[in-house]
Nanobody
Framework: VQLQASGGGLVQPGGSLRLSCATS????????MAWFRQAPGKEREFVSV????????LYADSVKGRFTIFRDNAKNMVYLQMNSLNPEDTAVYYC???????????????????WGQGTLVTVSS
């Protein structure tokens, strides 16, 4: 299974970016898809996850109301729309896939089976 994240770049505070993650897995629709991020000098943290059907989502408190995760199962794609970006959002963003939706565990990296290579988002003026 391959996950390919893209869409990162340099953006000014208050700006927007949309990240994309393409996957090669045939059974994409059976995976929950998530975004994590790792800022310089910090541990990787959960950002958001969308359930297999797309009907349920979770967000980290730090991005709630600013970021939106959504998926296109016809294209095997998952997206992260990021608005009102601030310098604290600067990080490498990773997409990840989980075979199982485990209540209470979707914010944990340990629940994910596959990871993409990451795309760098820099928020700076």
């Amino acid at each position: 299974v391959q996950l390919q994240a893209s869409g990162g770049g340099l953006v000014q505070p208050g700006g927007s970016l949309r990240l994309s993650c393409a996957t090669s897995v045939r059974t994409y629709r059976t995976y929950a898809m998530a975004w994590f991020r790792q800022a310089p000098g910090k541990e990787r943290e959960f950002v958001s996850v969308v359930r297999q059907s797309g009907a349920s989502t979770l967000y980290a408190d730090s991005v709630k109301g600013r970021f939106t995760i959504f998926r296109d199962n016809a294209k095997n794609m998952v997206y992260l729309q990021m608005n009102s970006l601030n310098p604290e959002d600067t990080a490498v963003y990773y997409c990840a896939a989980a075979q199982n939706w485990v209540v209470g565990a979707m914010r944990s990296q340990n629940n994910y089976d596959y990871w993409g290579q990451g795309t760098l988002v820099t928020v700076s003026s």
